[in-house]
């Protein structure tokens, strides 16, 4: 960039010195092409297609962003960081009645609606432009072309859902509009269905390959197993709001389309759990992004050369003091309480204060969570932590790491959970709850590999199948829906789930009021109520939208 602008400066000084030729004034800009010419670049289509994936790479802006929501905002995380000023968006919006001017909220909007628009855009780019891109110097097929199509439709539900999981109505927009177009919120069962056409649309479409069948090249695309997946995701979450009478129709038929959805992916996906949880959350990132378990993530890998940095996310929740973090993302006590001592999950879920970790060097890494806005937890996030030897030069920033945002097991735990509501086989529904108890006790490490000491490894046992048949694995006499919703809590704690679990369940209210009777900490849940949720819009955009966005009754 420096050279393109010292380059610009001489040109139009020595423009000055030769005087005004009026061939030198007819001449285009140089560095800029119009739609028609850009569509006859190599490779247009496939820039468009990664347009539509780029806001989930904004680490800010959506890792911690979702996560924060996700997990932070309610009983299993608390937002951490320096002191109470450190993105008090977080704290406020955990304690349950958040302002219309949160800049989490914001955050959450304007991304989101990045992420649509560029959507929108490509979709009507391939329409007008599809049959002329190249790449490669040839012809791109028809096939790719619809390939295109299909992973966009999917991202624009990504985005819908993600927004309708915080907002509950928000505009629909899936034309480009002219910037100066307002448009008031969709009632929530239009959202539905359009969620719902982009994924019916992306599964239907022949040339959007299976999850088994992507190869490590393209690791972090979408496949039609993360349409099925999201379908199952969207289907649970409308399926609660219609039996709490949020939302017309019958819950019975959305829990049907979630058990068929995520049943698709059991049973013809072709994808398997890693045999250690451990692999997901070493912090190399070598095998699990790759594997038949990652459905959906977002690949990062540090490569100054190319411009491409950490996700920050691995340094603002990962602890304070010698460790170099920001201290954010603190896993509350009432989650590690949530676990058995024989879970080795909590160990590869939960740091805690005075752990201690392998160095590059060979040394001691204690990790020391006093003196900041931890002092009540006292413990971090071991999915959010990379150790040494997995970064470039001990930098926190400078790492492999990447979140994951569908994984087999939660499919599994959907279908489980798709099959009871649905009236279908308990006996079937615990196969696959079980399927994932089973390899969090039987087949996962008892012992975390870079630490020389873990306070939750202490006391873990060998534990066979013998004995998780007869001590830990569910029956048909267990509260099955307790223990799977036990189950998701401690499978996915700190991935962005829980948020979404609660409002569902219809238990965010009761959950926020318990959790602040309990530990009252910077009053989370204080104000927590029926009320609650859905979350207020965004201030600013009802200003911009001149009255024609109205704000959520509750607020």
């Known amino acids: 960039m420096k050279n393109i602008v010292l380059y610009m400066s001489a040109f139009l000084l020595l423009g000055t010195v030769i ?4 061939d030198f004034l007819d001449r285009d800009p140089y560095g800029i092409l119009n739609e028609s010419e850009f569509f006859k670049t190599d490779g247009a289509g496939l820039k468009l297609v990664t347009s539509c994936y780029q806001p989930m790479f904004d680490g800010w802006g959506y890792t911690v962003n979702k996560v924060a929501l996700g997990d932070e905002s309610v009983d299993n995380a608390d937002a951490g960081g320096s002191d109470p000023g450190d993105r008090p968006q977080t704290t406020e919006v955990g304690r349950g009645r958040p302002l219309p001017s949160n800049p989490l909220l914001y955050e959450t909007w304007a991304n989101r609606f990045k992420g649509i628009g560029n959507c929108n855009i490509a979709l009507d780019a391939l329409q007008r432009e599809g049959g002329n891109l190249i790449e490669n110097a040839k012809p791109v097929p028809a096939e790719t072309v619809a390939r295109y199509f299909a992973e966009i439709k999917f991202l624009r539900a ?16 899936v034309n480009v509009e002219k910037p100066d177009t307002r448009k008031a919120k969709a009632p929530l069962a239009d959202l539905k269905a359009q969620v719902y056409k982009d ?15 992507l190869s490590s090249s393209e690791t972090g695309r979408v496949t039609k197993d993360a349409a099925y997946a999201l379908m199952a995701r969207a289907a649970l979450f409308f399926g609660g709001l219609m039996e709490q009478g949020i939302l017309a129709g019958n819950a019975q038929d959305e829990y049907k389309v979630a058990r068929d959805a995520a049943g698709e992916v059991v049973r013809n996906g072709q994808l398997s759990l890693l045999p250690d949880f451990q692999d997901l959350f070493r912090g190399d990132y070598a095998v699990a992004p790759f594997s038949k378990e990652c459905i959906f993530g977002v690949l990062r890998k540090f490569d100054p050369a190319f411009g491409i940095g950490g996700d920050p996310f691995a340094i603002m929740n990962v602890g304070r003091n010698n460790v170099g973090g920001w201290g954010g993302n603190t896993p509350t006590k009432d989650l590690a309480a949530s676990y058995d001592p024989a879970d080795p999950r909590r160990m590869f879920t939960i740091i805690s204060h005075n752990d201690i970790f392998k160095t590059s060097s060979g040394g001691e890494e204690i990790h020391n969570y006093r ?3 931890n002092d009540f937890n006292l413990q971090q996030s071991r999915k959010a932590f990379v150790p040494q030897q997995y970064r470039q030069n001990n930098d926190l920033q400078r790492s492999n790491w990447q979140p994951y945002w569908i994984r087999y097991s939660e499919v599994l735990l959907m279908y489980a959970e798709a099959l009871i509501r649905s009236g279908g086989s308990t006996t079937d529904a615990l196969t696959h709850l079980n399927e994932v108890r089973r390899r969090a006790f039987v087949t996962t490490s008892k012992v975390d590999e870079p630490a020389i000491f873990r306070l ?6 060998t534990v066979s199948d013998a004995d998780f048949q007869a001590q830990y694995a569910i029956k048909p006499s267990d509260d099955v829906m307790t223990a799977l919703k036990r189950e998701r809590r401690n499978e996915l704690a700190l991935e962005g789930f829980r948020l979404y679990d609660l409002v569902r369940w219809g238990e965010y209210a009761p959950t926020m009021k318990a959790f602040y009777e309990k530990y009252g900490f910077a009053d989370k849940g204080r104000d927590a109520g029926d009320n609650s949720w859905p979350f207020p819009i965004p201030q600013i955009e009802i200003d911009r939208s001149n009255g024609v966005l109205v704000q959520n009754d509750n607020y």
């Open 19 to 22: 005087g005004c030729k009026k």
């Open 158 to 173: 990504w985005y819908y859902f993600d927004l309708i999981t915080v907002f509950k109505e928000v505009p629909l927009i």
């Open 199 to 213: 994924l019916q649309e992306a599964i239907q479409e022949s040339s959007l390959p299976r999850a088994s069948g």
């Open 371 to 373: 003196g900041y806005f």
């Open 456 to 461: 939750f490894g202490q006391g873990l046992k």
